[in-house]
């Protein structure tokens, strides 16, 4: 075998145990072989296509089966997964496919009038695969169906050019131009971040190679079982699967694409689920929430963890899940799209962790602006780092590549703007994004995107966006309108025109009018001054 790869791992555990259930999704459960054998068929298609060595493949799905499927053929035949966020609109779409190269897209029946509107512009792409869902839209004539295509039965594909620990993965993720970035994870780096097929939480010491990993699954036993309930198609759902099935272990999805947390606890009982993944208050919140007015109707004994990344979670939440389930550690990691493993808090019952309080990871460090560790203690600010195995880089942006991935002490670092500072006993006290990123259940919202279409509103003079504390979602966005004279803009009309532009969570949820936004006269905004105006005007502490 060559290096860390995850078509030769994920393809040896189908090998070696093709009876393991390896993905449920409502009534219906996939073994390990037949993830394999559906995913190795998909992938002969696109070979048979014409598609070379690292060609790209966007997925532009919901939760499914079909997600890791289509990832496992990408990496079947040599190719480069794409994650989508299937909230944006058609020129962000359109950005997206375009800026990644896609060759081929993978995407729900849901989003094929999306896709019309943009498809004579994205001539590189030679395969669009429709997954039927319950929209029920008939498939168009440039499509071509998903299942028939995964339930052939075809020989093991033999990939462009042998497989290899640069293989690679694409993660795109929210930029300050209202366009996403796409982050290039070599393979072999993302086993290393991702514990190399280890996890501490349950006890299972990282392989030394695939073939370990392999060597550790025997048929009949049980893997893990772990249930993702935020989208795969961001890096907490996509990579804590990963982690998963490097294991040899289950993934389950939810069905439903509006979140419910009663039936996500009916899921835990049914599936015995032993692993929940969420992103924060977001999905914490509605959980507590239902097992609060239903004492006792679930059982949850299964449970021993339950993580998140990306965004804060309360400490009082926290502790009051874990009276509900007190057997489970909960694990709330710091990271992002290009700095995975920066910190981690891990809470047990009668010992949760404060509040945006985190161990720093092997490979963290706190420096200043000029280089300089921060130390312990200090009370001095700076911009947290995190080196070893780290990406590229973004994808065919260099200059926004050397303002994130920076030399410091002679070695190579992602620095993605998060400020720090570093308590007496080591642990790092987060702060925030230093470019007042929004960050609205465990979505990154960037503030000049949204603005930027606010003033496009013919009401509207000036506009800053900012984010409000939220307990459910951490964050929403707020409007700080100056208006043009005699125009007072109600919020129904601004949300509408976000939404007409970008997805619909960035659209604004309040609106403070202000006689001025009073730029300084190079044209910065203060916007802690208007973030804090908004907050009284809006009367949140």
Same mark, same amino acid.
């Given at each position: 075998?060559?290096?860390?790869?995850?078509?030769?791992?994920?393809?040896?555990?189908?090998?070696?145990?093709?009876?393991?259930?390896?993905?449920?999704?409502?009534?219906? +459960?996939?073994?390990?072989?037949?993830?394999?054998?559906?995913?190795?068929?998909?992938?002969?298609?696109?070979?048979?296509?014409?598609?070379?060595?690292?060609?790209?493949?966007?997925?532009?799905?919901?939760?499914?089966?079909?997600?890791?499927?289509?990832?496992?053929?990408?990496?079947?035949?040599?190719?480069?997964?794409?994650?989508?966020?299937?909230?944006?609109?058609?020129?962000?779409?359109?950005?997206?496919?375009?800026?990644?190269?896609?060759?081929?897209?993978?995407?729900?029946?849901?989003?094929?009038?999306?896709?019309?509107?943009?498809?004579?512009?994205?001539?590189? +792409?030679?395969?669009?695969?429709?997954?039927?869902?319950?929209?029920?839209?008939?498939?168009?004539?440039?499509?071509?169906?998903?299942?028939?295509?995964?339930?052939?039965?075809?020989?093991? +594909?033999?990939?462009?050019?042998?497989?290899?620990?640069?293989?690679?993965?694409?993660?795109?993720?929210?930029?300050?131009t209202g366009m996403p970035k796409g982050v290039m994870w070599r393979q072999e780096d993302l086993f290393m971040v991702l514990g190399r097929g280890g996890n501490a939480l349950t006890q299972v010491p990282p392989g030394d190679s695939v073939e370990e990993l392999i060597a550790r699954i025997k048929p009949g036993e049980k893997g893990l079982v772990t249930l993702v309930a935020c989208p795969l198609m961001h890096g907490t759902g996509e990579f804590s699967a990963f982690i998963s099935l490097a294991m040899g272990g289950c993934i389950v999805t939810m069905p439903n694409r509006n979140f419910d947390p009663a039936k996500l606890w009916d899921t835990v009982e049914q599936r015995q689920v032993n692993s929940i993944v969420i992103v924060g208050q977001a999905f914490a919140g509605p959980m507590l929430e239902a097992l609060d007015a239903n004492p006792g109707k679930w059982n949850t004994t299964s449970v021993i963890q339950m993580g998140s990344s990306g965004v804060m979670w309360s400490q009082e939440n926290k502790d009051a899940l874990l009276n509900h389930i007190p057997q489970m550690l909960i694990s709330d990691s710091f990271g992002s799209s290009e700095a995975v493993g920066m910190g981690m808090s891990v809470s047990a019952k009668g010992a949760a962790v404060k509040t945006a309080q985190f161990a720093l990871g092997p490979n963290c460090v706190v420096f200043t602006e000029d280089g300089e560790r921060v130390q312990p203690g200090s009370g001095e600010r700076g911009l947290v780092a995190v080196g070893g195995a780290i990406p590229m880089g973004y994808y065919k942006d260099e200059v926004k590549s050397a303002q994130t991935f920076r030399m410091f002490e002679g070695r190579r670092w992602t620095v993605p703007g998060d400020w720090a500072e570093v308590n007496a006993d080591g642990t790092l006290h987060l702060l925030g994004r230093g470019? +007042?990123?929004?960050?609205?259940?465990?979505?990154?919202?960037?503030?000049?995107?949204?603005?930027?279409?606010?003033?496009?509103?013919?009401?509207?003079?000036?506009?800053?966006?900012?984010?409000?504390?939220?307990?459910?979602?951490?964050?929403?966005?707020?409007?700080?309108?100056?208006?043009?004279?005699?125009?007072?803009?109600?919020?129904?009309?601004?949300?509408?025109?976000?939404?007409?532009r970008l997805a619909a969570y960035k659209a604004p949820r309040n609106v403070v009018l202000v006689p001025t936004i009073g730029r300084a006269p190079n044209g910065k905004v203060d916007y802690k001054r208007l973030k804090q105006h908004a907050m009284d005007e809006l009367g949140v502490k």
């Open positions: 075998m060559s290096g860390w790869n995850y078509a030769e791992l994920w393809k040896g555990i189908a090998k070696a145990d093709p009876s393991r259930p390896a993905q449920i999704f409502g009534d219906t +459960v996939y073994t390990w072989g037949e993830f394999h054998s559906r995913a190795n068929a998909l992938s002969a298609d696109m070979i048979a296509s014409g598609m070379g060595h690292q060609a790209k493949v966007a997925h532009y799905l919901y939760n499914a089966p079909q997600y890791l499927e289509s990832t496992l053929a990408s990496w079947l035949g040599g190719f480069v997964p794409v994650n989508t966020n299937y909230r944006y609109g058609p020129e962000e779409i359109l950005y997206l496919f375009d800026n990644s190269d896609a060759e081929a897209v993978v995407f729900h029946a849901v989003f094929a009038d999306l896709i019309e509107q943009v498809r004579d512009r994205l001539p590189k +792409v030679k395969r669009w695969y429709m997954v039927a869902d319950e929209s029920g839209h008939a498939l168009p004539s440039w499509a071509i169906d998903y299942e028939s295509v995964v339930s052939r039965s075809v020989p093991d +594909v033999t990939p462009v050019k042998p497989y290899s620990g640069d293989d690679m993965l694409f993660l795109y993720t929210g930029g300050t470019s +007042v990123c929004i960050n609205t259940g465990g979505e990154k919202v960037f503030p000049e995107e949204v603005e930027e279409v606010l003033k496009t509103h013919a009401s509207v003079r000036d506009a800053v966006a900012v984010g409000i504390p939220d307990t459910r979602f951490g964050e929403t966005i707020c409007a700080v309108v100056e208006a043009e004279p005699g125009h007072a803009p109600a919020l129904d009309e601004l949300s509408a025109h976000v939404k007409s």
